[in-house]
C-alpha cells in the first residue's frame, strides 16, 4: 500500500522540479505554487499521522488553496471578462463557505468530503469553459496545446474526485480500514493521471513557445 502513496510522491515532485525550470510561462508560476502547497500539506499530513483523524484539518484548508490556485490557473486562459470575474469572485464565495462549513459544524473533524465535491462540481464546469475556449492555430495542434493538457488533467482528476470523495465518510463509518485502503489506491491513480498530463502540459508550452 505505501507503495501507491509514494509512487504519487515521486511523481508529485518530479512535476514540481520540472515546473521550477518553466516558470517564465504566466500558468506554470500558480500550478508550480499549487505543487509546493501540496507538498507541504503531504508532509503536515505525514508529521502529524495518519493513525488518527487530526490530520484531516490539513485537507479542510488544502481544498481553499487548491481551489483558489487552479481557478486562477483555468481562468487566466478565459477571454470573456465576465467568466473571468465570476471565477475570480467564486474564489472568495467558495473559501468562505468551505471554512465557514468546516469549522461552525465541527466538519474538521472529519474528511471533508462535501467540501471537495462541491469544489470537483465548480472545477468541473470551469474546465469545461476552458475547453470551449481553447482556439489551437490548427485541428491537429490541440494536442500539442498546454491549454488542453492542463484543463484535461483537472478535469479527470476532479471527475474522479467527485464520485470517489463523496462517499468517503460514508465508506469510513462501515469500515474504516478497506475505505482508507481503497481510498489510498483510487487516490494515488488519479494523481498518477493528474501529474503525467500536467507534466505534459508544461512541456508544452516550451515546446510551443506559447506564454500569457
Known sequence: MNAWIYGYYVMLLLCFAISL??????????????????????VVVELIGKRSDRFFIVYHFFVVLEYSLITIILRS????????????ISI??????????SFGFNGWRYFPGIN????????????????????????????????????????FYFAGSMCVNGFYNLLL??????????????????????????????????????SS
Not at 32 to 40: G, K, N, Q, T
Open 21 to 42: 525550470f518553466h516558470l517564465q510561462y504566466a500558468q506554470v508560476k500558480p500550478l508550480a505554487v499549487l505543487l509546493a502547497v501540496s507538498i507541504l500539506s503531504e
Open 92 to 101: 472568495f464565495v467558495f473559501g468562505a463557505v468551505s471554512l465557514v462549513y
Open 173 to 210: 463509518a462501515s469500515d474504516a480500514r478497506s475505505a482508507k485502503q481503497l481510498f489510498a489506491i483510487l487516490n494515488s491513480l488519479s494523481n498518477y493521471l493528474l501529474y503525467i498530463m500536467l507534466i505534459k502540459s508544461i512541456i508544452c508550452f516550451r515546446s510551443n513557445r506559447i
Open 116 to 155: 471537495i465535491t462541491i469544489e470537483s462540481f465548480l472545477v468541473i464546469c470551469w474546465c469545461l469553459l476552458s475547453f470551449f475556449s481553447i482556439t489551437p492555430n490548427s485541428e491537429a495542434s490541440i494536442f500539442r496545446h498546454p491549454d488542453f493538457w492542463l484543463t484535461l488533467a483537472f478535469f
Open 77 to 88: 486562459g478565459i477571454k470573456d471578462e465576465r467568466w473571468r470575474l465570476l471565477m475570480w
